[in-house]
């Protein structure tokens, strides 16, 4: 399983972010996908997952402004950042459970400005 990820960037606080990941290879079998962050200094934490059925799962402090989805056909899985803040600059990355193994995508650089 191959893992593209892309959408980040430099964006003030309360603006808005969407990332993209997109999985190629072998495909057949990806379960849960979702989203991992790491804050300079700090250690990787999840953000959300998301199931084959749709059911995401949510850091508590992220759920009002982050919002997660996915499309079983690309696959894909979209993370949509709202009202960011400067405590969300990280690199952020995609990842995937597939046949029991997890992958990780390379990461895409998110920055909030104050």
């Known amino acids: 399983v191959q893992l593209q990820a892309f959408g980040g960037g430099l964006v003030q606080a309360g603006g808005s972010l969407r990332l993209s990941c997109a999985a190629s290879?072998?495909?057949?079998?990806?379960?849960?996908m979702g989203w991992y962050r790491q804050a300079p200094g700090k250690q990787r934490e999840l953000v959300a997952k998301i199931t084959f059925a749709g059911i995401s799962t949510y850091t508590d402090s992220l759920k009002d402004r982050f919002t997660i989805s996915r499309d079983n056909a690309g696959p894909t899985v979209d993370l949509q950042m709202n009202n960011l803040k400067p405590e969300d600059t990280g690199v952020y990355y995609c990842?995937?459970?597939?046949?029991?193994?997890?992958?990780w995508g390379q990461g895409t650089l998110v920055t909030v400005s104050s």
């Open positions: 290879g072998s495909i057949f079998g990806i379960n849960d």
């Open positions: 990842i995937v459970a597939w046949l029991g193994d997890d992958f």
